[in-house]
Each structure stands twice: as C-alpha cells, then as structure tokens.
C-alpha cells in the first residue's frame, strides 16, 4: 500500500479471494444502515446486509460490488470483509444486470440440489423402513 492515506480492502468469499486492493473510501449497508469509512476511521466489525458496496480507489475510480450478506472488521487500515456472493460491475447499472443473472442463477442451482437431495433422503427413509418390515 503506497499511499499513506488509504486502506487496503480483502474482500473474499467462502472458497475464494474476491477482491484485493487499496480505497480511500468505503461504503455499505449493514442491518442498521448504510455507512462510510475513511482511511483513519475506529476500528470496527458489523455484520452486512445484501447491498451494494462501493470503493473508491487512490485514482478516484469507483469499484461497485454486488454483495450477499457477510461480515466487516476494519482493523487499522486493513479492511476485511468476508460475504456468501459477490458481483462486481462497472456501473450501478451494469451491476442489477450481473447481481440478477448471477445470483438468480445460483439460487436456482440451490433450489435444484436442494430438491434432489430431499429427493434422496425421502427414498432412504423409505428404503430403511422397507428393510425394517422385512425384519419384522
């Protein structure tokens, strides 16, 4: 990190680093509102809700993500924040389009294992209670 006035920001997800870079400025939504923080803010931890999360790098760039809910400890000027999904888009805009195909996709595939996995229960329950009047 090169620039003294900024905080280095790891953003991960459960089997992956996401993001890693330095930000002068952060912004997210936990379950009591939205909130900035600033190279030299208290260190802190807060718990995210499903919102957009924005940095803004030492160029002025503006990095817009797509988050699912997750965890934030702000340490020094280290930053962690550790959530189930992200997306990251260019725009606001660009990034409904990528949170709705990309989240909606996994949903779906959720739903899916979801229902082949109670599908499988069911039929062992069933087979052991077969096995059970057998033995009876």
């Known amino acids: 990190m090169s620039n003294p006035a900024s905080m280095s920001v790891t953003l991960r997800l459960p089997a992956r680093l996401f993001y890693e870079g330095a930000a002068v400025k952060l912004a997210a939504r936990a379950g009591n509102g939205a909130f900035g923080i600033l190279p030299?803010?208290?260190?802190?931890?807060?718990?995210?809700?499903?919102?957009v999360l924005m940095l803004t790098a030492p160029d002025d760039e503006e990095l817009v993500f797509?988050?699912?809910?997750?965890?934030?400890?702000?340490?020094?000027?280290?930053?962690?924040?550790?959530?189930?999904?992200?997306?990251?888009?260019?725009?606001?805009?660009?990034?409904?389009?990528?949170?709705?195909?990309?989240f909606i996709?996994?949903?779906?595939?959720?739903?899916?294992?979801?229902?082949?996995?109670?599908?499988?229960?069911?039929?062992?329950?069933?087979?052991?209670?077969?096995?059970?009047?057998r033995r009876q």
Do not use: W
């Open 40 to 51: 030299d803010h208290i260190d802190f931890a807060t718990a995210l809700v499903p919102s």
């Open 66 to 102: 797509g988050i699912d809910e997750g965890i934030m400890v702000k340490r020094g000027r280290q930053v962690d924040i550790c959530v189930r999904r992200a997306a990251r888009g260019t725009t606001l805009a660009s990034l409904e389009t990528i949170v709705r195909d990309t």
């Open 105 to 133: 996709d996994l949903d779906d595939k959720e739903r899916t294992a979801r229902s082949a996995l109670s599908r499988l229960e069911a039929d062992m329950v069933r087979r052991f209670m077969e096995l059970r009047e």
